[in-house]
């Protein structure tokens, strides 16, 4: 497996990361917890070092199922947990509130800490941006446990350019995490130009657009309400409709080159930027190998430069659906 830099710091990883959160919940129900833990461990057997999770997924049950799965390989990954949300600790029921204050933050650390079998957080992300919060304020708490040895990295999720450049200032941000992908092409405006200034790496979730760019979902289909997708715009029937469009783009180009739509969609995101380390989730061996193909795929100037145009030209129906559509 190739290996990419996010920050200046030297927090290498595998070029293609494993977003964990599915196996949790959020896509139905959640997955068996045994085969989970085996999938982790035969993504590492595979070269896959970045695992990405949070505290808000599940809640917690997300952590606890990723700290026992690699706690026999700790020394071989990089795992990346989130804070940000206010939750009950007994009960695992979110407020729908944003919490960054401080003390809060230090809780979820030591809390993230249990749960993940470690002693020390590669990367911490702040998940959203809190708008009672300074960011510099988070921005030194993180500061401080980086100090104290809890946390090795400090990152950021769906944060705009501005509020990216003020915590950067008061401690240097590895890494951004925000939806990219062929149907969610918001960074490239002014998030993307910053990380390259900055020289922070950027982590699309995502990346396969909630499975849709890789052409298995049908748009007839119905959801789960179990699933997320039962409730965000872009996969009402008639969004649906209209979006396949793009798929039908990408499908065209995987054929062409005997890839699958995913490893196209991937390969097209890892042309983008040398710094972007894409974390599709999944559940199933077959579709972690097949992503992880796309890190030796070849795109030419002219089939990025084709699908760019198709991406661009194809007007996308439904907002993201994550609630929070505008960079904070």
């Known amino acids: 497996m190739k290996t990419r830099l996010l920050g200046k710091n030297g927090l290498t990883v595998s070029a293609i990361g494993l977003g964990c959160m599915g196996m949790s919940g959020n896509y139905g129900p959640p997955a068996d917890k045994d085969a989970m833990i ?6 590492v057997d595979r070269g896959v070092t970045f695992f990405d999770t949070a505290e808000v997924y599940g809640p917690f049950s997300n952590e606890i199922l990723v700290g026992e799965g690699l706690a026999p390989v700790r020394d071989k990954v990089v795992i990346a947990t989130k804070f940000g949300f206010e939750i009950d600790p007994a009960t695992g029921q979110r407020s729908g509130k944003f919490n960054s204050k401080p003390d809060h933050i230090r809780s979820v ?5 249990k749960r993940l079998r470690t002693d020390v957080i590669d990367l911490l992300y702040q998940h959203r941006v809190d708008p009672d919060m300074p960011i510099e304020d988070v921005a030194g708490t993180v500061r401080d446990l980086i100090a104290e040895g809890k946390v090795k990295h400090f990152g950021l999720s769906e944060a705009g350019a501005t ?26 405006a ?66 062409a080159k005997s890839l699958t739509p995913a490893q196209v969609a991937l390969a097209w995101l890892l042309a983008q930027d040398p710094f972007i380390v894409p974390i599709p989730g999944t559940r199933k061996l077959h579709r972690l190998e097949e992503n992880m193909a ?9 089939e ?9 030209s194809i007007e996308i129906t439904g907002g993201r659906g994550t609630g929070h559509e505008q960079y904070a």
């Not at 950067?168 to 941000?173: F, G, S, T």
């Not at 396969?208 to 715009?233: C, E, N, Y």
């Open 38 to 43: 085996t999938l982790l461990r035969q993504a």
């Open 294 to 302: 796309s890190v030796d795929v070849e795109l030419t100037p002219d």
């Open 109 to 113: 650390v030591e809390q993230s800490l």
């Open 163 to 188: 509020t990216l450049r003020r915590a950067h200032a008061v401690q240097p941000v590895a890494a951004l995490q925000s939806e990219y992908s062929l149907w969610a092409r918001d960074p490239e």
């Open 190 to 255: 002014e998030v993307l130009p910053v990380c390259r200034e900055l020289g922070i790496g950027f982590v699309p979730w995502s990346p396969l657009g909630q499975g849709f760019l890789t052409g298995k979902v049908d748009p007839t289909q119905i959801f789960d309400k179990a699933d997320v997708r039962s409730w965000f715009p872009r996969f009402a029937p008639e969004a649906m409709k209209a979006n396949q469009a793009l798929v039908d783009h990408v499908k065209r180009t995987a054929n």
């Open 304 to 312: 990025l430069a084709e699908l760019t145009s198709a991406a661009a």
